[in-house]
C-alpha cells in the first residue's frame, strides 16, 4: 500500500511537471511572430536596460539573476526566445507564476525591455 503511494505520487508529480509550460513558451503563435521594431539598436537597449531597473528588478534581480520565486532572466532560453513571446508575457504577465501584466507600460518601453532582455 504505501509503495503504491508513494509510485502514485511521483508519477502524479511527474505528470504535472511535464504539462508545465514557461510564460514564455505559452504565447500564441500570433505573438511569436512579431518583430521588435528596436531589434539591435544600442539605445533601446539602453532605455531597456534603465526601465527593466524600474519594472522588473525588484522581482528578477539586478542581473536578471531571478530571486526566490522569480525565474532567472539571464539565460540563452530567455536571449533566444521569439520577441514577441516576451512582449506577450510583458503584456500579460502569468497569473500562476505570479508576474503582473506591464500593459500599463507604453508600448515602445515594452519593446526597449524585450531589447534589453535579448541583448
Not at 533601446?44 to 530571486?67: D, I, P, T
Request: with cysteine.
Amino acid at each position: 500500500m504505501k509503495t503504491s503511494l508513494v509510485l502514485g505520487s511521483l508519477v502524479f508529480c511527474g505528470l504535472l511537471g511535464a504539462q508545465y509550460r514557461s510564460p514564455v513558451d505559452r504565447a500564441p503563435e500570433s505573438a511569436r511572430a512579431m518583430s521588435n521594431p528596436y531589434d539591435q539598436r544600442e539605445q533601446a537597449v539602453r532605455a531597456g536596460e534603465k526601465l527593466y531597473r524600474q519594472q522588473c528588478a525588484s522581482c528578477h534581480g539586478q542581473r536578471q539573476e531571478g530571486a526566490r520565486k522569480t525565474p532567472p532572466l539571464n539565460q540563452p532560453r530567455i536571449r533566444n526566445a521569439p520577441p514577441g513571446a516576451l512582449f506577450w508575457v510583458l503584456r500579460n504577465g502569468s497569473i500562476y507564476r505570479g508576474m503582473p501584466s506591464f500593459a500599463h507600460l507604453p508600448e515602445p518601453q515594452r519593446w526597449q525591455i524585450v531589447t534589453y532582455l535579448r541583448r
